[in-house]
């Protein structure tokens, strides 16, 4: 069933965001959110864990906005290959800068699980993780407000 499953998200997706540019920015931005809760399964730390999931929270509930973005963006300025419509650029920036900015905090999340284990210590590590998480979701707000229906 899994698969019928995956079959129909995806006619779904090539039908809402297109095969270009905005279907890649918001892949991107899934593909960091996976990577993330990936790092939660193995924490062993109960605070740690529970700090992190708070902030996994938060991160995914910014991709129905990055979806919502990108489906906007696709039908004002449809595109199916690498061009980035001109008059959506700082839209495209920011969706990068935020799946990029993801995939660093789940790598920060990811260092914070290995310090904790080692050194018994992630407060820091944790604070890390929160400021990454926050330029994320300012990159989110940049590309909502570069909309230029001002979604």
Same mark, same amino acid.
């Given at each position: 069933?899994?698969?019928?499953?995956?079959? =129909?998200?995806?006619?779904?997706?090539?039908?809402?965001?297109?095969?270009?540019?905005?279907?890649?920015?918001?892949?991107?931005?899934?593909?960091?959110?996976?990577?993330?809760?990936?790092?939660?399964?193995? &924490?062993?730390?109960?605070?740690?864990?529970?700090?992190?999931?708070? &902030?996994?929270?938060?991160?995914?509930?910014?991709?129905?906005?990055?979806?919502? &973005?990108?489906?906007?963006?696709?039908?004002?300025?449809?595109?199916?290959?690498?061009?980035?419509?001109?008059?959506?650029?700082?839209?495209?920036?920011?969706?990068?800068?935020?799946?990029?900015?993801?995939?660093?905090?789940?790598?920060?999340?990811?260092?914070?699980?290995?310090?904790?284990?080692?050194?018994?210590?992630?407060?820091?590590?944790?604070?890390?993780? =929160?400021?990454?998480?926050?330029?994320?979701?300012?990159?989110?707000?940049?590309?909502?407000?570069?909309?230029?229906?001002?979604?």
């Amino acid at each position: 069933m899994a698969f019928f499953a995956a079959a =129909r998200q995806g006619r779904k997706d090539d039908a809402e965001l297109g095969t270009g540019v905005w279907r890649r920015a918001h892949d991107r931005f899934r593909r960091g959110l996976d990577r993330y809760y990936q790092v939660l399964e193995g &924490i062993e730390d109960d605070d740690v864990y529970n700090e992190l999931v708070v &902030i996994a929270n938060e991160l995914g509930a910014m991709l129905p906005r990055v979806r919502s &973005i990108c489906v906007s963006a696709q039908s004002s300025a449809p595109s199916t290959g690498l061009d980035i419509p001109g008059a959506l650029m700082r839209v495209h920036r920011a969706l990068s800068r935020a799946g990029n900015t993801l995939a660093t905090t789940a790598e920060a999340a990811a260092m914070t699980r290995l310090d904790g284990e080692r050194w018994g210590i992630a407060s820091s590590g944790v604070d890390n993780v =929160r400021r990454r998480a926050q330029l994320v979701a300012d990159d989110v707000e940049e590309a909502e407000r570069a909309m230029p229906d001002g979604r």
